[in-house]
């Protein structure tokens, strides 16, 4: 992928899989915006690096304006959206209309409001890519967080509905991770049983996202696709 001025905005950059992303998208000489809720060394790590960061709340449609009009004082284009925030919610007993709200407003309500109120930015920049990160749980659904399941399903179809409303200019694609790094928490016995749910049996850590992010930056011709990133989950 050729360096663009314009620079790249991706969401949810202070740990993990954006983190990563993020560093390595620096190292190889892109200009970067990232936004966090909370302040981590992470984001204290990319500020030393050269991007510019955000605190941004995409919990309601006020703070997620707010958010795109505080964008818009920083920059006047875009070489590619990543939309990479996300929460991680259950519903809890006598909360679950509060959490599906939120996981509603942070995995569609922000990339839509967004991608619509940002498109004049990308279109100032050749290529422009707009890139969602789902979840491969989307595939299957989910019994114990159903609502998490149905707004990664939601941003899916915004994929879809992008990728057609933007061409020919805008190309908008998707990623569907599954399994990609454990947490330092996670037990000896849950990272076993978690492993044999995958064909491939391992742990690949960020650096296939990355391969996937740049594969869909650096593509002309891919647009409405969503990648599955799942080590064949969906084999067995």
């Known amino acids: 992928m050729s360096v663009s001025v314009a620079p790249i905005l991706i969401t949810g950059a202070s740990q993990r899989i954006g983190l990563y992303c993020a560093e390595r998208l620096l190292d190889d000489g892109h200009s970067l915006i990232v936004t966090y809720r909370s302040e981590r060394e992470g984001i204290k790590r990319l500020r030393q690096l050269g991007a510019l960061a955000l605190q941004a709340d995409f919990s309601s449609e006020t703070s997620i304006l707010a958010f795109i009009e505080q964008l818009k004082m920083h920059t006047d284009s875009l070489r590619a959206i990543v939309h990479n925030a996300s ?39 050749t290529p422009a890519d707009i890139i969602h990160i789902s979840d491969d749980v989307a595939r299957t659904g989910s019994a114990k967080r159903p609502a998490y399941c149905a707004s990664k399903a939601g941003m899916d179809s915004l994929t879809l509905s992008f990728a057609a409303r933007f061409a020919p ?36 850590g960020p650096l296939v996202i990355y391969q996937s992010l740049r594969y869909l930056l650096d593509n002309p011709y891919v647009t409405g696709t969503t990648m599955t990133v799942n080590g064949g989950r969906h084999l067995k």
């Open 87 to 125: 929460d991680w919610l259950i519903e809890t007993p006598g909360e679950e209309a509060a959490a599906f709200q939120r996981l509603f407003s942070v995995h569609m309500l922000a990339p839509y409001l967004i991608n619509l109120h940002c498109q004049d930015l990308l279109a100032r920049s």
């Open 169 to 204: 200019h805008i190309k908008v694609n998707g990623i569907a991770p599954a399994l990609i790094m454990f947490n330092p928490e996670d037990d000896a016995d849950y990272r076993r049983k978690t492993l044999k749910k995958s064909a491939l049996g391992i742990e690949p």
